[in-house]
């Protein structure tokens, strides 16, 4: 099909981008939900901090093992049908979660959740990039990704302001319906898209092995996240003990926090086209920096936001910077580069949120955030001695989905 005779019309094919945009704020606000709720959440249950920091862990494993084998046997599935039934799971995975009498079935329902949460990382850009004209697929992709940014600055701070509010069940039942609404969204705004780019097991698997320029970037990813996410994940719990942080001060400074991912976001658009390896190794000194700073002036308020700030500054154009390096290590195989990229981001997340938990329970929440630093800072010296991977990606058309 050309992109240049389009068969939807303009505004079909915006609402359409909005609506997955829509998808991806669901789904990272769901699978960051309980950073922000992980002390309630263990009082309710009775269980330490680190274990339910097993939310997390459970979501990205299964996010990430699962999305290469689900995405080949759903290769001939129309997406459409295929994000509506994302979007199904999500909703009733998070009900389930909302009235669990004990925390095997929370964790059981996380798990499933994890499942749908990868596969619409997989398919979910493609589709926004498919829904327009060739020459405003990339627009469509950057719409698409600002749903990121939406989850840090409203959802997460959202849902722990809700939790203080009304209580975490409350707020799940709540992302429940949130869930429930954008499925409905999906079904009547996006239009059919039969699945034009499906990509075997085997294939992405050997993408990882023979494309060297995309395993060192997978590499440096799967370093920072896994330090990121081992410090983030007990965020809540480090400004409790260490700065005495009220929930309406948690809540606060998550906002602040999103506020920075949005900004840095924002401003890496303007510098990845240019430099990119340098915008990367910018924003990867600055998290190193933040979490450094936390742990020596994050006791005072002062302190507290000034790390967070710049914490979320340098994740919101690091996270940008990854996907741009994976695209332009990979140009021509992109569902393939997707969905390595998913199972090395969110394996990450679930085994960042492992090992911080551990070290909460058994070195204290301070040792979270050591463990950040140290892995941040591998990541930053392996960027800064390999050798840069495409400074100008290039742009990824509906051609090379095909």
């Known amino acids: 099909m050309s992109t240049n005779a389009h068969p939807h019309s303009a505004l079909r094919s915006w609402l359409g981008v909005a609506v997955i945009t829509a998808s991806l704020f669901t789904f990272v606000t769901t699978e960051l939900m309980p950073v922000g709720l992980l002390t309630p959440i263990g009082s309710s249950l009775d269980i330490s901090v680190g274990v339910a920091g097993l939310m997390v862990t459970l979501y990205g494993v299964s996010a990430g093992l699962g999305v290469p084998f689900i995405v080949a046997w759903t290769r001939r599935v129309n997406r459409r049908t295929l994000l509506t039934v994302l979007l199904a799971v999500l909703a009733l ?5 909302a009235i669990a009498p004990n925390y095997p079935l929370v964790l059981a329902a996380r798990l499933v959740m994890g499942f749908a949460n990868g596969v619409f990382w997989a398919i979910g850009v493609s589709m926004a990039m498919r829904l327009v004209p060739e020459h405003h697929a990339n627009r469509a992709a950057a719409v698409a990704l600002s749903g990121i940014s939406i989850a840090t600055v409203v959802g997460i701070p959202l849902g722990t302001f809700l939790e203080d509010l009304t209580g975490w069940r ?12 954008v499925f409905l969204a999906v079904a009547v705004t996006v239009p059919s898209l039969p699945s034009q780019n499906a990509v075997p097991a085997r294939e992405v698997f050997g993408l990882a092995v023979k494309n060297v320029p995309l395993r060192l970037v997978m590499i440096t990813v799967v370093l920072y996240v896994l ?12 400004l409790e003990e260490k700065s005495s942080a009220t929930p309406g001060f948690v809540t606060a400074l998550l906002i602040v926090y999103g506020i920075g991912g949005a900004t840095g976001n924002f401003v890496a658009g303007y510098t990845v086209g240019k ?11 600055g998290i190193v920096a933040a979490l450094v700073l936390l742990l020596t002036i994050g006791r005072s308020r002062t302190g507290a936001i000034i790390a967070l700030a710049l914490w979320g500054l340098c994740f919101g ?12 290590a990979a140009p021509d195989t992109f569902e393939a580069a997707m969905s390595i990229n998913t199972l090395g981001y969110n394996t990450s997340i679930a085994l960042g949120a492992l090992f911080g938990g551990l070290l909460t329970d058994h070195v204290g929440v301070a040792g979270a955030v050591g463990f950040g630093v140290a892995l941040t800072t591998v990541a930053l010296a392996l960027t800064l001695t390999t050798r840069r991977t495409g400074e100008r990606p290039r742009a990824v058309t509906e051609d090379a989905l095909a």
């Open 93 to 97: 995975g998070n009900l389930i979660t």
């Open 275 to 285: 430099r990119l390896h340098g915008t990367f190794v910018v924003a990867l000194a």
């Open 317 to 328: 154009a690091v996270n940008l910077c990854q996907i741009n390096l994976t695209l332009a």
């Open 227 to 238: 330090g990121h996410f081992g410090a983030y994940t007990f965020v809540r719990p480090f």
């Open 170 to 181: 409350t707020t799940f039942l709540i992302w429940s319906g949130l869930s429930a609404v």
